[in-house]
């Protein structure tokens, strides 16, 4: 559960970009975030994955995570977390930017194992693992390719499963569609709506409005720093 308490962001030089936001998202849920531009929903977005600090309310996370057969629960509490756990914090999340941030010099299959390898995953279960990941978004045939050799709606692909390389309960998504043509929109929204069914909670933040609309799925709307709507498919919650 992810939960915001009149949270409030002033940068440093004294903009105030979120003024008493309160937002509950239950484990599982899919919730869009809109807003015109400057709104606030970036600066949402960087308080949960601890890119910035919030300057006054509280944020909690708390996640469910199975090790073994056994699930426990985690709270982190994003007013007190120490620098130093900020690491362990953003494993539980998996991103997705705008941007994709590939690494270029990887293929596609490199680019979602290194980041299984920078948690310590073994070679063995990275061989295993990455194919279904792959599998999941389209791309089994292009796993040798470099991003530079991949459509910007594939080099996304790719990006997501690099989310989910790690099996975080959490996915979030800045803009996702923002840098590919309307039709590769569609189908990344319907892999994130895909990726919701297997029982993820997943946050897209999006200026698509046909999208939003299409999807019918929960969606809170920013405006000068506060929720100013919280809807499903039309109906006020
Ligand atoms: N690092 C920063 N320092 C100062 N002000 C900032 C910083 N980042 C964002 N802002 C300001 O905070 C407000 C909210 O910005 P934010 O990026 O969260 O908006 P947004 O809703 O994501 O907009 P967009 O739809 O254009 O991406 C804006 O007024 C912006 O100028
Ligand atoms: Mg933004």
């Known amino acids: 559960m992810i939960e915001f308490k009149d949270v409030k962001k002033i940068y440093p030089n004294g903009t105030v970009a979120l003024n008493g936001v309160d937002l509950k998202i239950a484990d599982g849920e899919f919730v869009f975030i809109v807003g015109e531009s400057g709104a606030g929903k970036t600066t949402l977005m960087k308080l949960l994955l601890r890119e910035e600090k919030i300057s006054g309310g509280n944020l909690t996370v708390r996640v469910n995570r199975q090790v073994g057969n056994k699930n426990s629960l985690v709270e982190y509490d994003l ?39 920078v948690v310590g995953e073994s070679s ?82 999006t200026h698509e409005k046909d999208l939003v609309d299409y999807f019918k799925q929960r969606v809170v709307k920013i405006q000068d720093g506060k929720v100013i709507s919280d809807q499903v498919g039309g109906m006020k919650l």
């Open 79 to 117: 007013s007190k977390l120490s620098n130093f756990k900020v690491p362990y914090y953003r494993r539980e999340l998996g991103v997705v930017f705008q941007d994709f941030r590939l690494f270029p010099n990887k293929t596609v299959f490199e680019n979602v194992a290194f980041a299984m390898q």
């Open 124 to 205: 063995k279960v990275i061989k295993r693992r990455v194919p279904a990941l792959l599998n999941i978004v389209n791309l089994t045939d292009k796993m040798n390719s470099y991003p530079n050799q991949l459509s910007g709606g594939e080099q996304q692909r790719v990006a997501l499963a690099r989310a989910l390389a790690n099996n975080p309960q959490i996915i979030i998504a800045d803009e996702p569609t923002g840098n590919i043509d309307p039709k590769m929109s569609l189908e990344i929204m319907n892999l994130l709506i895909k990726i919701h069914k297997r029982g993820k909670t997943v946050i897209v933040v």
